[in-house]
């Protein structure tokens, strides 16, 4: 028989008290194309991190060809036996193609200088071997995406690597796109190059795989011939099981509320025309994975969105999804998804990030009275339970948590009618998420309407209904007690 | 990152950089101590309002260019017109006889001229920068450049002497023994400051160069601020100029020129980050100051002219050493 192309046997890998990855086994056959698929830190990253030799197992053995993998640190002898390409692009855009494939490598001329012809050969050669029609002399800024990731397979398999990582390859791309990566990839199978693909679109783990391994919580749960797991079962692998609906705590009163956020139509981007509404006091869940549509849709309801079209009205006041003052005087309170990249001046204090929003409330003719600043600050601190050395302490020394609360106290600041939280518990630590889902709670309890933007299951959990988007589009509208496989596959775009 | 550093190391940090924006001040008490023995005339206050009226126009450009970036942004032109705002008003009202356009504009108007010609550099760099997003180096650059050349253009090289008495008040003229310019650069300092620091806009400056995106998110203007600021800076640099051309009584075809070099300098021993964000208008005067003195020092003890600006160079570099010291980050 034949050894498996790489090996992972009983690997361990902790960071600080959490498990990524908890005795896991795995075999990827030659020639195979091999899923590895699970929810959001459920190890996947870390095992490809292991498989790559950027980080080392605590304990374990990883095996390529039957042969215990290169020494920690030797990027050559890696590099010879896997391969990965990455969401994120490692192609230098300026360069042709020849260039990108041989990057640092190039066959030298007598003297130094770069032989240019026989650059451009080789990658042709390179080129004919995996039959990927593409000009190596074309600028890689020229290319589509997916023609730039065929330069990152081809540097890959030049390297004279066989196995190939495609860490979710297709998350930007468009379907027409996916389908000409696809081909490529069935062909490159055909030659011989043996991948592990890794996909948050479950549906192309059907279309384009063998095998499945199922990841849940650092933990392998099964490993499985593609045509003999379903949709259900992979689902119910990938959640765990649990049978009963989720509890439901609050019980919300549709009818006692009235509509107090009224989008209609919100179209651009991806987003094809979405409608919806919240009540006050209704906590809602937006789900989608990244590129469906869901980041668009909280951004134009914030007057963040210049690209995007619709009537969007709070409280019966206009929102201009490209005006964010149109926004905030409506009485939208935002929680985006980046801290570092929209929620925080890192380096001002504490009371000024969480009074950003009502700064011409703080005084009179612009003037901002410190005191009445600091006061405010304060109670929102209390409130929000945010841990700092006072409202003077520079937002950018608090831990993740404090800091995330800091940007939902200046959300909180103006008391919004409508809460948007984007993400709101990715990368915060377990207590924080809890504490600050609290948060949010209670803000919905007094009145506020609020819309959660997530794909965590964890912070669906409490909303009244959870609205599912694929493909720019609602699919699904799901009262609160569903089950998590459902929410899942609903997610995932491969319900029934 | 944060979570680790909360905690002894990051407060000693945040102490050390609330001592750097005094850093400067023992360095300026040494240097005074310094002169006296150098020179005894140093210490007279004739030669101390001295340095002031000599730091005045310098005080108003570096106030700009710290205004701007504060907000995140750059503009190297300001030199350019600190040149070519007051020579527009002289040529406005000067007769053809005195070089001038022989337009004989109003002198008042003449005045609100010099103010507008630096609005308007102002704003055609804010159009670039902010509303075309426009590298901010390159288009200030090409905007000195232009303007440099402009003023060549417009004095045909000349040195334009008639500059009407109402311009030479502010540079010339003293008020309680005390240059008029020195009031002004003075008043204006007070009421940067208070605006930065207690203002919405102020604030905002520092939200805008802080972090643009979260300032945005947050509802404030990004690009009417930012545009505005460009504004204001054109307008404070055509101040700086009026000064300059009242001290001299006259304007020559490189007025201004090479003086960005020694407002960075200003700015960034004072402080003002280059990367945005950080930076007080205390920190701006005393840098200011700090060159100011050290020019005169140079001058008392009779340094050689050629030397003025190696020392120079070494002051900056010593500067910047002493900031990676006490904040511990690069400026």
Same mark, same amino acid.
């Given at each position: 028989?034949?050894?498996? !192309?790489?090996?992972?046997?009983? =690997?361990?890998?902790?960071?600080?008290?959490?498990?990524?990855?908890?005795?896991?086994?795995?075999?990827?056959?030659?020639?195979?194309?091999?899923?590895?698929?699970?929810?959001?830190?459920?190890?996947?990253? @870390?095992?490809?991190?292991?498989?790559?030799?950027?980080?080392?197992?605590?304990?374990?053995?990883?095996?390529?060809?039957?042969?215990?993998?290169?020494?920690?640190?030797?990027?050559?002898?890696?590099? &010879?036996?896997?391969?990965?390409?990455?969401?994120?692009?490692?192609?230098?855009?300026?360069?042709?193609?020849? +260039?990108?494939?041989?990057?640092?490598?190039?066959?030298?001329?007598?003297?130094?200088?770069?032989?240019?012809?026989?650059?451009?050969?080789?990658?042709?050669?390179?080129?004919?071997?995996?039959?990927?029609?593409?000009?190596?002399?074309?600028?890689?800024?020229?290319?589509?995406?997916?023609?730039?990731?065929?330069?990152?397979?081809?540097?890959?398999?030049?390297?004279?690597?066989?196995?190939?990582?495609?860490?979710?390859?297709?998350?930007?791309?468009?379907?027409?796109?996916?389908?000409?990566?696809?081909?490529?990839?069935?062909?490159?199978?055909?030659?011989?190059?043996?991948?592990?693909?890794?996909?948050?679109?479950?549906?192309?783990?059907?279309?384009?795989?063998?095998?499945?391994?199922?990841?849940?919580?650092?933990?392998?749960?099964?490993? &499985?011939?593609?045509?003999?797991?379903?949709?259900?079962?992979?689902?119910?692998?990938?959640?765990?099981?649990?049978?009963?609906?989720?509890?439901?705590?609050?019980?919300?009163? $549709?009818?006692? &509320?009235?509509?107090?956020?009224?989008?209609?139509?919100?179209?651009?981007?991806?987003?094809?025309?979405?409608?919806?509404?919240?009540? @006050?006091?209704?906590? !809602?869940?937006?789900?989608?994975?990244?590129?469906?549509?869901?980041?668009?849709?909280?951004?134009?309801?914030?007057?963040?969105?210049?690209?995007?079209?619709?009537?969007?009205?709070?409280?019966?006041?206009?929102?201009?999804?490209?005006?964010?003052?149109?926004?905030?005087?409506?009485?939208?309170?935002?929680?985006?998804?980046?801290?570092?990249?929209?929620?925080?001046?890192?380096?001002?204090?504490?009371?000024?990030?969480? @009074?950003?929003?009502?700064?011409?409330?703080?005084?009179?003719?612009?003037?901002?009275? &410190?005191?009445?600043?600091?006061?405010?600050?304060?109670?929102?601190?209390? $409130?929000?339970?945010? =841990?700092?050395?006072?409202?003077?302490?520079?937002?950018? +020394?608090?831990?993740?948590?404090?800091?995330?609360? @800091?940007?939902?106290?200046?959300?909180?600041?103006?008391?919004?009618?409508?809460? !948007?939280?984007?993400?709101?518990?990715?990368?915060?630590? =377990?207590?924080?998420?809890?504490?600050?889902?609290?948060?949010?709670?209670?803000?919905?309890?007094?009145?506020?309407?609020?819309?959660?933007?997530?794909?965590?299951?964890?912070?669906?959990?409490?909303?009244?209904?959870?609205?599912?988007?694929?493909?720019?589009?609602?699919?699904?509208?799901?009262?609160?007690?569903?089950?998590?496989?459902?929410? !899942?596959?609903?997610?995932?775009?491969?319900?029934? | 990152?944060?979570?680790?550093?909360?905690?002894?190391?990051?407060?000693?940090?945040?102490?050390?950089?609330?001592?750097?924006?005094?850093?400067?001040?023992?360095?300026?008490?040494?240097?005074?101590?310094? %002169?006296?023995?150098?020179?005894?005339?140093?210490?007279?206050?004739?030669?101390?309002? #001295?340095?002031?009226?000599?730091?005045?126009?310098?005080?108003?450009?570096?106030?700009?260019?710290?205004?701007?970036?504060?907000?995140? *942004?750059? #503009?190297?032109?300001?030199?350019?017109?600190?040149?070519?705002?007051?020579?527009?008003?002289?040529?406005?009202?000067?007769?053809?006889? #005195?070089?001038?356009?022989?337009?004989?504009?109003?002198?008042?108007?003449?005045?609100?001229?010099?103010?507008?010609?630096?609005?308007?550099?102002?704003?055609?760099?804010?159009?670039?920068?902010? *509303?075309?997003?426009?590298?901010?180096?390159?288009?200030?650059?090409?905007?000195?450049?232009?303007?440099?050349?402009?003023?060549?253009?417009?004095?045909?090289? /000349?040195?334009?002497?008639?500059?009407?008495?109402?311009?030479?008040?502010?540079?010339?003229?003293?008020?309680?023994?005390?240059?008029?310019?020195?009031?002004?650069?003075?008043?204006?300092?007070?009421?940067?400051?208070?605006?930065?620091?207690?203002?919405?806009?102020?604030?905002?400056?520092?939200?805008?160069?802080?972090?643009?995106?979260?300032?945005?998110?947050?509802?404030?203007?990004? #690009?009417?601020?930012?545009?505005?600021?460009?504004?204001?800076?054109?307008?404070?640099?055509?101040?700086?100029?009026?000064?300059?051309?009242?001290?001299?009584?006259?304007?020559?075809?490189?007025?201004? /020129?090479?003086?960005?070099?020694?407002?960075?300098?200003?700015?960034?021993?004072?402080?003002?980050?280059?990367?945005?964000? *950080?930076?007080?208008?205390? %920190?701006?005067?005393?840098?200011?100051?700090?060159?100011?003195?050290?020019?005169?020092?140079?001058?008392?003890?009779?340094?050689?002219?050629?030397?003025?600006?190696?020392?120079? %160079?070494?002051?900056?570099?010593?500067?910047?050493?002493?900031?990676?010291?006490?904040?511990?980050?690069?400026?």
């Amino acid at each position: 028989m034949m050894q498996p !192309v790489a090996q992972a046997i009983d =690997v361990n890998k902790r960071y600080g008290s959490t498990a990524a990855l908890d005795a896991v086994t795995f075999a990827i056959a030659p020639g195979e194309t091999h899923a590895l698929v699970g929810r959001n830190g459920a190890g996947k990253s @870390t095992l490809v991190s292991l498989l790559t030799g950027l980080q080392q197992p605590d304990s374990g053995t990883i095996l390529f060809d039957g042969e215990p993998a290169p020494p920690y640190g030797d990027r050559a002898a890696w590099r &010879s036996r896997v391969a990965c390409v990455y969401q994120h692009s490692m192609i230098v855009p300026h360069f042709t193609v020849a +260039e990108n494939i041989f990057l640092n490598r190039y066959p030298r001329r007598r003297g130094g200088g770069i032989a240019w012809n026989q650059l451009r050969e080789r990658a042709r050669a390179l080129m004919d071997e995996w039959h990927i029609g593409l000009d190596v002399e074309a600028r890689a800024s020229a290319l589509s995406v997916e023609e730039r990731q065929l330069i990152e397979i081809v540097r890959a398999l030049s390297f004279g690597a066989r196995f190939v990582i495609l860490d979710e390859p297709t998350a930007h791309l468009e379907s027409a796109a996916i389908a000409r990566l696809f081909a490529h990839l069935r062909s490159l199978k055909d030659a011989g190059v043996t991948m592990l693909f890794i996909s948050h679109h479950l549906q192309e783990v059907y279309d384009v795989c063998d095998t499945v391994t199922v990841l849940r919580d650092g933990k392998r749960i099964c490993t &499985s011939a593609v045509s003999t797991l379903g949709k259900d079962a992979l689902i119910e692998a990938m959640t765990g099981e649990t049978a009963e609906p989720v509890a439901q705590t609050a019980t919300f009163d $549709r009818k006692a &509320s009235p509509v107090v956020l009224d989008a209609r139509d919100v179209r651009g981007g991806c987003v094809q025309g979405v409608s919806l509404a919240l009540r @006050t006091g209704e906590l !809602v869940g937006l789900a989608g994975i990244g590129g469906s549509g869901t980041d668009d849709i909280a951004r134009a309801i914030a007057g963040l969105a210049p690209q995007m079209r619709g009537e969007i009205t709070v409280d019966g006041r206009t929102v201009d999804p490209a005006v964010v003052r149109s926004a905030i005087e409506a009485g939208v309170g935002f929680v985006p998804r980046d801290r570092h990249e929209e929620g925080l001046v890192l380096g001002l204090s504490v009371a000024e990030n969480a @009074t950003m929003t009502i700064d011409d409330l703080l005084g009179r003719f612009g003037f901002i009275e &410190s005191r009445k600043r600091d006061a405010v600050a304060r109670e929102l601190m209390t $409130r929000l339970d945010i =841990v700092a050395s006072g409202a003077q302490q520079p937002v950018g +020394e608090l831990s993740g948590g404090n800091q995330q609360k @800091t940007v939902l106290a200046r959300a909180l600041a103006r008391r919004p009618k409508v809460l !948007v939280l984007v993400h709101p518990t990715a990368g915060v630590d =377990v207590k924080s998420k809890e504490t600050l889902l609290q948060d949010v709670q209670r803000a919905r309890e007094s009145g506020t309407a609020v819309l959660i933007v997530s794909d965590e299951v964890e912070d669906l959990r409490p909303c009244d209904r959870v609205y599912v988007i694929f493909g720019g589009r609602i699919v699904a509208e799901i009262p609160a007690g569903w089950h998590e496989n459902e929410l !899942v596959a609903q997610i995932e775009g491969v319900s029934a | 990152m944060a979570r680790e550093r909360v905690g002894g190391a990051n407060r000693r940090r945040f102490g050390l950089a609330s001592v750097r924006e005094a850093a400067l001040l023992p360095v300026l008490v040494l240097l005074l101590v310094v %002169g006296a023995f150098v020179n005894g005339r140093f210490l007279s206050s004739a030669n101390l309002i #001295d340095i002031l009226g000599a730091s005045s126009a310098l005080a108003l450009v570096v106030l700009a260019e710290s205004l701007i970036l504060i907000s995140g *942004k750059f #503009d190297l032109s300001l030199e350019s017109t600190v040149g070519l705002a007051p020579a527009v008003g002289v040529l406005l009202v000067a007769s053809q006889a #005195d070089r001038g356009w022989g337009v004989h504009v109003p002198v008042w108007l003449g005045f609100l001229c010099i103010l507008l010609t630096g609005a308007i550099v102002g704003a055609i760099n804010g159009t670039l920068v902010v *509303k075309l997003r426009l590298n901010a180096f390159i288009v200030t650059l090409a905007m000195l450049i232009v303007l440099r050349g402009l003023l060549v253009g417009v004095t045909k090289g /000349n040195t334009l002497f008639s500059v009407p008495d109402a311009y030479l008040y502010l540079g010339a003229q003293t008020a309680a023994g005390v240059p008029v310019s020195v009031w002004l650069a003075i008043a204006i300092f007070i009421a940067a400051g208070v605006l930065l620091g207690h203002h919405r806009l102020g604030r905002a400056i520092y939200a805008i160069g802080g972090n643009r995106q979260a300032a945005r998110a947050a509802g404030i203007n990004v #690009d009417a601020i930012s545009f505005g600021v460009f504004v204001a800076g054109g307008v404070l640099a055509s101040l700086a100029g009026l000064i300059l051309a009242g001290r001299l009584g006259a304007v020559s075809a490189n007025q201004g /020129n090479g003086m960005i070099f020694t407002v960075f300098a200003a700015a960034v021993i004072g402080g003002v980050s280059l990367e945005g964000g *950080k930076g007080t208008v205390l %920190g701006a005067a005393t840098g200011v100051l700090l060159l100011g003195v050290v020019d005169n020092l140079l001058t008392l003890a009779q340094v050689q002219t050629f030397w003025i600006q190696a020392i120079y %160079g070494v002051i900056i570099l010593l500067a910047l050493a002493l900031a990676r010291v006490t904040s511990g980050r690069e400026e």
